[in-house]
């Protein structure tokens, strides 16, 4: 499934506690959009959907749905801080194609 670095933990864990409610847990989904066709999207959630894969890492839930699941197969998500910003970083096995910013990809 997909794999967590210590940094991408470490941020996930600071968001969370900064909300100040309960979250579920941290979904994770691909959409359709970006240069290449395809996006990923980050969103804590209050709640999960009944269809939705639960993953733990090391007690963050992440929250998958069922279209998503094949395209973060693999998937390695790591969190990068820089004198050019900060984000989420994703290295993906199964994409075949990304843009150049990063933030979309082809499968």
């Known amino acids: 499934m997909i ?3 210590e940094s991408a933990k470490s941020a ?4 969370i506690s900064s909300t100040g409610k309960p979250i579920a847990g941290l979904r994770i989904r691909v959409e359709g959009g970006g240069c290449s066709g395809l996006k990923y999207s980050l969103k ?7 269809d939705d894969q639960l993953v733990d890492c090391d007690g963050i839930t992440l929250l998958i749905d069922s ?14 801080e820089s004198m050019e910003g900060s984000g ?4 993906n096995p199964n994409a075949t194609n ?8 082809a499968c």
């Open 3 to 5: 794999t967590l670095t």
């Open 12 to 15: 996930v864990t600071r968001f």
């Open 44 to 50: 804590l959630e209050e709640a999960g959907a009944e």
């Open 67 to 80: 279209a998503s699941a094949p395209l973060l197969d693999g998937v390695t998500m790591d969190f990068v």
């Open 88 to 91: 989420f970083t994703f290295v």
């Open 98 to 105: 990304s843009c150049g910013c990063g933030k979309s990809f």
